[in-house]
């Protein structure tokens, strides 16, 4: 493996700033927002006993988000792009985090989103350009921490809901980050050449570990952050995160399509063949000791995503999308499709609350939410300026959008 260099170096923007006084936390008590509740669904048919393989006619109700306007609140002169966003800490506030590290804060009462807060850091980030977007997850799942990049393309590690300075990371030295996952414990960075890197919040520090499969590709952690998982689209492998053990030697399948853990620690892959597997980790053979179901091939080429926490597999097609929900290893799976005119699976963007009860799957002008549980349709929306960016969904049904548009499912 290539020798990995970390450099942590004070952030330097190309055109600091120093905010005035009162402009560290700025806050408005009376200037709120208020979301009207969508009415109650009407509940939904039956689903059947039997698996469904063939897609079923389905209107879902049609959802109609409220767009919160920011202009004349201390957020709304925030002149720079937003870079991601996420509920905060216990989920009681959103984050909106901004591409030149300031964010905006709102509080969740209710349903309601209420007093928007300005937190400008001591040095912004200005572009001339788009900013910088890696592949990867730039929330931790506890809402603690995002990240942001520099002008010059180096990691910036912001503490959420706090004005502090970022921590300026260079985990490859002058290499460009390929992919970033920011789990429960770490900030785990992966290169152009597959080598994996972790920097500890609370040694505020690089672990001295590192590992990799060689070539670069998709990075999941179990839900306590002690795990990353690693796929090259032909095989996976595990590691923990404190120590570097292999706690998964590497699993070798043509097309493995996506990865996730579920809420038991268990490590779940899908294959192009609809080859289900899950492991109970640490394994020392996965050959062995991997338990496997069968989902059926994919009729058409589409896209396919492991639920995060239940292990369910959604998979997109043209027009089409289907769940499939593994019961216990070799039973047939419970199964339903639905049939979704006008959905191009390669443009789906999908997004999942904490629980994995319900996902977001967003294309173009319209966004779809789905209730995994129920496998049904929740409802729909078609408000341009809402879906064109990913959701970000809690367990309760509150699902905000990138362009802070607001709905309850």
């Known amino acids: ?124 980030v200005e572009r001339d350009g788009w900013p910088f977007h890696p592949m990867g997850i730039p929330f931790s799942p506890d809402g603690r921490w995002g990240l942001t990049f520099s002008a010059d393309e180096e990691p910036l590690l912001q503490r959420l809901g706090s004005s502090r300075p970022p921590t300026c990371l260079r985990p490859f030295g002058d290499a460009l980050v390929h992919e970033v996952l920011l789990s429960a414990d770490a900030a785990l960075f992966q290169n152009e050449e597959g080598d994996v890197v972790a920097w500890s919040y609370a040694r505020r520090r690089r672990l001295d570990v590192s590992f990799g499969m060689g070539s670069p590709g998709q990075m999941v952690a179990s839900e306590d952050g002690r795990v990353v998982a690693l796929s090259d689209g032909s095989s996976v492998a595990a590691w923990e995160v404190e120590t570097g053990a292999t706690v998964l030697p590497r699993f070798v399948r043509s097309r493995v399509q996506d990865i996730a853990f579920t809420a038991d620690r268990r490590l779940v892959a899908v294959d192009a063949a609809g080859g289900y597997y899950s492991w109970k980790l640490p394994v020392t053979d996965p050959e062995v000791e991997v338990e496997r179901a069968e989902l059926g091939r994919v009729r058409r080429e589409g896209s396919l995503w492991i639920v995060p926490g239940s292990g369910a597999v959604l998979r997109a097609i043209d027009n089409e999308v289907s769940i499939d929900h593994v019961l216990e290893p070799g039973a047939a799976p419970r199964s339903r499709a639905f049939a979704v005119p006008g959905l191009k699976h390669e443009f789906a963007a999908p997004s999942f609350t904490p629980d994995g009860g319900r996902v977001s799957l967003s294309v173009d002008q319209s966004t779809w939410f789905i209730d995994l549980d129920a496998l049904v349709l929740a409802g729909m929306t078609g408000r341009y300026e809402c879906d064109r960016s990913e959701w970000a969904l809690r367990n309760d049904g509150l699902a905000v959008s990138g362009s802070l548009c607001v709905l309850w499912l």
């Open 1 to 124: 493996m290539a020798q990995l260099v970390w450099t942590l170096a004070a952030c330097v923007a190309p055109h600091a700033s120093t905010p005035r006084a009162g402009e560290q936390a700025e806050s408005v008590a009376l200037n709120s927002v208020a979301v009207d509740p969508v009415p109650p669904l009407a509940p939904p048919a039956p689903i059947a006993a039997e698996p469904v393989s063939r897609a079923m006619l389905v209107t879902p109700p049609p959802l109609s988000p409220e767009l919160i306007e920011l202009h004349d609140t201390p957020c709304g002169a925030i002149e720079s792009q937003v870079y991601w966003m996420g509920f905060g800490v216990d989920g009681d506030s959103l984050v909106v985090l901004y591409d030149s590290g300031e964010q905006c804060v709102l509080q969740v009462r209710g349903r309601r989103l209420v007093s928007p807060r300005r937190i400008r850091p001591p040095r912004l």
